[in-house]
């Protein structure tokens, strides 16, 4: 166990949701918790024997200070190194009173303790090894989560899957450096250590897997900020109309002006364990108007932005216009990695509820990977096919599948994926071993760096100053 000789004070926080509550927990972690704690906690009137104390019981008394009860409670010691931190720590559970909880505070701070900051707690942890640094930003996802299937990747972060991942890639790739590094030590004698057809079939594997990883950020990603889904169409298609059907509430402003909305408006919305994140866009449509075209812009690079579009179409408008716009819409989506929802709205005007329409448009378009339904924005009619129609658009990942989540990793194998090719490239043209193993070397540091094997006190403080005080 590595002792974390820089933090020698012991820190304090309330670890539970800021305000009133039934109950709220006060963490205290360091050297010095038990002596402090057992100083101000006092059971059946007596002090608590420090030499007593049972790890990982929870014991009820009272807490005291300058003989005034302050409060009843229950405290738990956690004795080091099995604790979250690492280190001697204690948790007590007060009455949830915003004053028992800032009085607690106080006392443990004039018994020596020190405010923790924010994200203090997990960094002691890391810092003791408790976790790597991919786990413990999995803690906060895990906080922040939202939706089930947000809540299911956090998990499986902190379980380890990822690490372990990043450890196999980086155990590849220090042997493959090992080996070339050795010619460098003979580099006289012009000697060949490294296979170099075994060299260019590993660095090929190792590449496979890391762009694997890189390109789950995008499904990742969705799924911890809600999967982007950008509603867009000619003016007066009921857009506006949808999104505040799709919320349950008044959010856009609706009305049979053509132009309506100027800006995008976005809001999220979980539906069956999914979190979704729906952008009503302006109208499009050929316009003078300096604001209007700013909006329409952003449309257009929402459309991009997207993983699901749903183009809305307006059943009252002719066939035709509605082809050549269903045709517009289908030429700004990337079928590669975007899916395409038309929704054919105001049914509730047709006597058919739009199944002519339906039938002709799937034909003429041609295409099975657009996806088309009718619905009445209005009447709320068609939502549920919508629902389904979005669950199934999305790929969902197999539980077990690993998913990269944070901006932090995708952007630290994107960088190894760089180094990487250039480490083909340098075999592929038979450059200097030492440019080689330069280039290695880079990309070993860049895998290193998402799990903190290889980090700085700077990146640190920048991960760990995001967590809330308390955790
Ligand atoms: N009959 C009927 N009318 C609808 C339906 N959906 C929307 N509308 C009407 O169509 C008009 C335009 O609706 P909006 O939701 O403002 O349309 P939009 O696409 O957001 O329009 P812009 O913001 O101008 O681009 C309004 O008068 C709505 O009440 C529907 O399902 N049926
Ligand atoms: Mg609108």
Known sequence: MQVNILNTDTICAIATAHGMGAIAVVRVSGVSSFPIVSQIFKRNGKPFDIGKILSHKAYYGHI?????????VLVTFFKGPHSFTGEDSVEISVHGSVFIQQKLLQILIAHGCRMAEAGEFTRRAFVNRK???????????????????????????????????????????????????????????????????QLKALLQEILVKVNKLKDSFRLGNAIKNGIPVAIVG????????????????DRAIVSDIAGTTRDTIEETLNINGILYRFIDTAGLRATDETIEKIGIERSYKKIAEANVVIGMLDAT???????????????????????????????????????????????????????????????????????????????????????????RHYEAL?????????VQQGLEMNI??????????????????????ITTDEVLGSIFSRFCIGK
């Open 234 to 249: 000619q003016t007066n298609t009921g857009k506006s109309t949808l999104l505040n059907a799709l919320l349950g509430e």
């Open 131 to 197: 976790f790597d640094l991919a786990q413990a930003e999995a803690i906060a996802d895990l906080i922040s989560s939202e939706s089930e299937a947000a809540h299911r990747v956090a998990i499986n972060q902190l379980k380890g899957g990822f690490s372990k991942e990043l450890q196999v890639l980086r155990s590849k790739l220090l042997e493959m450096t090992s080996l070339v590094e050795l010619e460098l030590d003979f580099s006289e004698e012009d000697v060949e250590f490294a296979d170099r057809s």
């Open 64 to 72: 005291v200070d300058n003989g005034a009860l302050i409060d009843e």
């Open 414 to 422: 994107v960088h190894a994926n760089d180094s990487l090719e250039r």
């Open 317 to 407: 408008t002719d066939y035709e216009s509605m082809l050549l716009s269903a045709n517009e819409i289908r030429s700004k989506v990337d079928f590669g990695h975007q899916q395409l929802i038309l929704c054919i709205n105001k049914v509730d005007t047709l006597a058919d509820q739009g199944e002519a329409t339906l039938g002709q448009l799937r034909q003429d378009l041609n295409n099975d990977d657009i996806l088309v339904i009718c619905i009445s924005a209005k009447h709320k009619f068609g939502l549920n096919d919508l629902y389904n129609t979005l669950k199934h658009s999305q790929p969902l990942a197999h539980p077990d599948t690993t998913l990269v989540t944070n901006v």
């Open 432 to 453: 200097p071993t030492d440019l080689v193993s330069q280039d290695l070397r880079q990309a070993l540091y860049h895998l290193g760096s998402i799990t903190g094997e």
